[in-house]
């Protein structure tokens, strides 16, 4: 299996690959070795299994959804059989919006009429040169996916099931929620305009706040080090969640 993950930011990218390293027994391998992705892509190995995580900088999916069908054309040594693409929930306008965009890219590649299902694997042909076609799975997830917010939320909220958690996971939600609603009445002395400048800080910056406080030896380290500090196999929402990478589990086990 060589599959690619498209998800919105770096520190998603990060999330992730704790995620996939910890429950599926993937290890970090290098850089991307694609140049159409640069910097933005990770890869990783796991026995036969090939893996990238790619950051798209932004919810410009459709772009690397393109790119991810020109590395399948091109038909050379890299070639992918599964595609997942992570978003954040914005709103359920903007996710629609989003999928739409993804789906007139396929459709106009692939010469087919694609629609996206959220949650599961879609199968798709994709036409090749000489009559040929090759096969790729397509998962497509908005997180949480329940409500909006981002992968920090839907961590956020899992880490809040755990027992101890759930104040200091609750507090961190109010202060920053209370710090935006009294930024706006502030100077420029009193308060930087960059900070929490934006609604994708804003809704990333609660997690922030609980690993300063959870964790605070580790709060100047690098934000690898704090997810490390995550027991991912105990937080089964998160699992449930993304229940549908265990295709990863059964081709290990095959």
Not at 30 to 44: P, V
Not at 129 to 136: G, R, T
Not at 191 to 214: C, E, H, S, T, Y
Not at 231 to 250: C, E, G, L, M
Request: charged share 25%; glycine share 6%.
């Amino acid at each position: 299996m060589n599959g690619i993950i498209l998800c919105e930011g770096e520190t998603d990218q990060i999330v992730l690959s704790e995620y996939f390293c910890n429950l599926y027994g993937f290890r970090f391998s290098r850089k991307s070795k694609n140049n159409l992705f640069g910097n933005a892509g990770c890869h990783y190995t796991h026995r036969e299994d090939q893996l990238d995580i790619v950051y798209v900088s932004g919810n410009n999916f459709s772009e690397y959804v393109r790119k991810v069908l020109t590395v399948n054309q091109l038909n050379t040594d890299t070639s992918y059989t599964h595609m997942a693409v992570i978003s954040d929930h914005d709103s359920d306008e903007e996710i629609q919006q989003r999928w739409q965009g993804i789906e007139e890219v396929i459709s106009e590649t692939c010469n087919c009429a694609f629609q996206i299902e959220e949650n599961q694997w879609l199968k798709l042909e994709q036409p090749l040169a000489f009559d040929e076609s090759s096969s790729l799975e397509c998962l497509f997830l908005s997180v949480p996916l329940t409500g909006e917010g981002a992968l920090e939320t839907f961590l956020l909220n899992a880490l809040e099931r755990e027992p101890g958690n759930s104040f200091l996971s609750q507090e961190s939600k109010r202060f920053v929620a209370d710090l935006i609603k009294k930024k706006e009445h502030l100077s420029s002395d009193e308060w930087n305009p960059d900070f929490l400048r934006g609604r994708r800080m804003q809704i990333k910056a609660p997690l922030g706040v609980f690993f300063g406080a959870a964790w605070p030896d580790r709060a100047f380290n690098d934000a690898r080090e704090m997810f490390k500090r995550i027991p991912w196999q105990k937080y089964r929402q998160i699992q449930v969640s993304f229940r549908a990478f265990d295709i990863f589990n059964q081709e290990n086990e095959s």
